[in-house]
């Protein structure tokens, strides 16, 4: 990743190319998502800011790969020495290169790790189910996932049902369809916020790439997604919350709940539970 001071001037456009990103949704969205709330850009580049630049291949054009080092980049450049046949390196010179190299390799590993939501960020994460809920950092609501993706793996459900549905990168669909965040704190007007106009940018970011549905990444609950009118979404709630559903209940011993629940006639409470399934149906 570059922090690149913005010139007066400058555009997504012309930053995209500069850096030989394949567009400049790329460029803002990878900026807006990495950086702290009060850098978020929305409309155009602020000179005299900085901005973060990706550096992972699969974002740049083939023949910029690698990108060459533009002016006014604030990052780290290695000079070379240059030594006569009587002034070689030492072993120790040696050793001490050898190692320099590996912290820097580590370095960026760590750091790109770090900024596309790597293994180690997910540590003891949830992965997220379509019941789960969204917020928005802009809007009023916390709308549901509408998984569209596939109809294949559901996690932490044996009997398939659709809420545990395991929600992927390209699941961008919310319940309700329509304004699913309510009103949209950026859009302000003399009789308040006006209606959502969710429109996503991309993908889901900061995903499980060593678990995939369909060759699609899964969500946990420091996924990301940006909205193209400026607004950070993220996971309110992950959705695999426990549930007593009838085939527990009816499956469960009567004595044995008595004893965990005292205050509870156990008998009437299945009774409760297989009214409230045939009702649903």
Known sequence: MKNYIIQKGDTFGSLAQKFGLKDEGILKNYHNLHCSEEDIMHKDPVP???????????????ENQPQEETENVEEEENTESTTDEDNSPTAKDEQSSEKGEKDQKQDKKEDKENNSGGSNAHEGKYFIVQKGTVQCNQGFKFPKFKVTSHEKHYWNDAEGLSDYLAVTEDDLQFEPTAQPFGQCKL???????????????????????????MEKSCLTEISELMCSTGGKITILKHGQQSEVGKSQASNANTQEQQVYNPVVDYDEFKEKVEDNEADAW
Do not use: H, N
């Open 48 to 62: 005299g800011k900085s901005m973060l630049i990706t550096e992972d291949p699969q974002f740049m054009t083939e």
């Open 187 to 213: 859009k302000p007007s003399s009789g308040g916020y006006l209606p959502c106009a969710y429109a996503p940018a991309g993908k889901w970011q900061k995903t499980y790439e060593k678990v995939k549905v």
